[in-house]
């Protein structure tokens, strides 16, 4: 009886009300103007079901919101990639190195920022397309439903856990045996860089989020997020479990990060204002401040990225146990102590390398004469360094840095050699130097 009294009130040019949503329809109107529903004699028949009409409420008040920094994001990872691409190629080992890709025994010596820059780097074309086109997928709906502020701050945070996840998985004595062991525990310290950690930590937030909210949001939005997601998420592990060049660990690191934030964090409803809290707003400006820190430490070491001799041990693939790590790491210092004193006059590494190489646990007679004779390089180049400028200029200053020179390469071929013959017994083995024909493959997340 209501339905003919409404369809007579506009058959008759009186105001009437639209069935779907309780709104008034103007006299002689022919459908809803706030929800689209058609009135009159036929519109029973043409009636958008109640669902729909909830969920296109909801994505009217939730999708017209602005994603900016999803787009800030897309574009820095684009730049970065541009400028790794004319430095070299974004799959040039020394050119990763250089711009902050994760490296475990570079994050040892207290390279902390390679825990944050390897989010916005991307190794081949193919892979920065993949992962940009997930994040303008994925990224518009958390930034939406969370705020810009919350979306920086998830956006950061996933990506750390990811490159931890990753840090942790290739570290040495942490590779349980069995399927989880092999899935998860890759191995080696290759270069390991990308943005799917932090892709895969919006995929976190937004399965979390169709559960925990899963009475309140319409039909629709209950079967894009939340269980609904559980094809997608388990295809991509799949796919990241078959390919050994995949790092796994960082993607499921990131997905545990977002599943972890978006417990304890609101997102914001289509009636809410926007205004953000402090907290949120300070949260946001330190994740942003911390990648700006990171790339500026990335900027101030760019000189370190192609040392003066070649630095065989930075290409050291190991799986061995503590003691080959530790040694590992000792000859990286030396190196990088060497190159400072040599090619900046820096000696505030010498010492501190130097003490490191003393207390290097023995492998065998051949390492240990390796560790001594990079120790007396180190000493030597610090001496050279502490020179004044007037007396390296000179004829025979410039002979003494010729020899160190020489000496150091004889010695950098001693290693490789030592590596090659002897290096299987530790776990040891040499990653091939990156050429025009042959290029590396290291890690994407």
């Known amino acids: 009886m209501a339905d003919e009294r409404m369809n007579d009130a506009a058959a008759r040019g009186r105001p009437s009300m639209c069935r779907s ?13 706030v929800c689209g529903a058609p009135v009159g004699a036929g519109a029973e028949a043409a009636r958008v079901p109640r669902h729909d009409v909830e969920t296109m409420r909801f994505a009217r ?3 017209t919101r602005p994603a900016t920094f999803t787009f800030v994001f897309l ?3 684009v730049l970065i990639f541009l400028l790794m691409q004319l430095a070299g190629g974004t799959e040039n080992l020394d050119v990763l190195r250089a711009y902050g890709a994760k490296y475990n025994s570079l994050i040892n010596q207290h390279e902390w920022w390679r825990l944050v820059t390897p989010v916005f780097i991307h190794i081949g074309w193919i892979h920065l397309l993949v992962n940009m086109y997930s994040l303008f997928i994925l990224g518009p709906y958390v930034e939406r439903l969370y705020g810009s502020a919350k979306f920086v701050f998830f956006w950061v945070v996933t990506g750390i856990a990811g490159v931890g996840a990753s840090y942790l998985a290739s570290s040495s004595g942490r590779h349980p045996s069995g399927l989880i062991g092999y899935l998860l525990f890759r191995g080696g310290d290759g270069p390991s860089a990308g943005a799917s950690g932090a ?5 976190g937030v937004l ?5 925990k909210f899963r009475h309140e949001l319409p039909e629709g939005f209950k079967r894009a997020f939340g269980t609904g997601m559980l094809p997608t998420i388990l295809i991509n592990l799949f796919i990241g479990f078959s390919i050994p060049m995949i790092d796994n660990s960082a993607h499921l690191g990131g997905f545990l990060a977002g599943c972890v934030l978006a417990l304890f964090v609101g997102y914001r409803r289509p009636a809410e204002r ?7 707003r300070v949260l946001q400006i330190a994740a942003l401040a911390l990648v700006a820190v990171s790339f500026g430490e990335v900027a101030r070491h760019l000189g370190d990225a192609r040392p003066h001799f070649d630095n065989p041990a930075a290409r050291l693939v190991q ?13 990286n210092a030396g190196q990088n102590a060497y190159n400072a004193a040599i ?7 010498a010492d501190k390398a130097s003490a490191q190489l003393d207390r290097v646990p023995s492998l065998d007679a051949q390492a240990d004469a390796l560790r001594t004779g990079l120790k007396a390089l180190v000493v030597r180049a610090r001496d050279y360094a502490k020179l004044p400028e007037q007396e390296r200029k000179t004829a025979r200053g410039q002979a003494q840095k010729q020899q160190l020179e020489k000496d150091a390469d004889a010695w950098a071929e001693q290693f490789k050699q030592w590596t090659n013959n002897d290096g299987k017994k530790y776990g040891l083995y040499q990653e091939p130097e990156p050429t025009e024909q042959s290029s590396p493959a290291p890690n994407k997340k």
Do not use: R
């Not at 892709?199 to 995929?203: I, M, P, R, S």
């Not at 799986?319 to 000859?331: C, F, K, L, S």
């Not at 090619?343 to 590494?349: I, P």
């Open 319 to 331: 799986t061995g146990g503590p003691d080959v790590e530790a040694y590992v790491n000792a000859i």
């Open 274 to 280: 926007s205004a953000v809290t402090i907290i949120w």
């Open 61 to 63: 008040a939730i999708l």
């Open 207 to 211: 399965f979390v989020f169709g559960i």
């Open 199 to 203: 892709l895969f930590g919006l995929v």
């Open 21 to 33: 949503c309780g709104a008034i329809v103007g006299a002689g109107e022919t459908a809803c103007a």
């Open 75 to 77: 574009a820095v990872n």
């Open 343 to 349: 090619d900046k006059g820096d000696v505030t590494l």
